[in-house]
């Protein structure tokens, strides 16, 4: 299985962005799944989570109410819509899945995810 992130690009305080994360191969609807991010000079942090089975997901403080995740079973995609994006969202954003999900359990720890995708830059101007 292969994730393929795209989406970033550069966008003015205020707007928004989504990103896209395809998985080839298996269907990623039996993961759990997350977008991490990194600024520069920062560690890598995360930003989404899902887990499919149960529909439960975490948002970091950060983002909670302007960003969502979400995916399209048909296409193997994973989303993370973002809007009302801030200077401070700049960063490189990974999306990543774990293949052993435990039922009802969001991850939370980079460590958990043993799939990433490449990074997509997202740089928010002021």
């Known amino acids: 299985v292969q994730l393929q992130a795209s989406g970033g690009g550069l966008v003015l305080a205020g707007g928004s962005l989504r990103l896209s994360c395809a998985a080839s191969?298996?269907?990623?609807?039996?993961?759990?799944m997350g977008w991490f991010r990194q600024a520069p000079g920062k560690e890598r942090e995360l930003v989404a989570a899902i887990n499919w089975s149960s529909g439960r997901t975490y948002y970091a403080d950060s983002v909670k109410g302007r960003f969502t995740i979400s995916g399209d079973n048909a296409k193997n995609t994973v989303y993370l819509q973002m809007n009302s994006l801030k200077p401070d969202d700049t960063a490189v954003y990974h999306c990543a899945a774990r293949q052993a999900c435990s039922s009802g359990y969001v991850y939370r720890p980079q460590y958990e995810y043993d799939l990433w995708g490449q990074g997509t830059l997202v740089t928010v101007s002021s």
């Open positions: 191969g298996r269907t990623f609807s039996s993961y759990c």
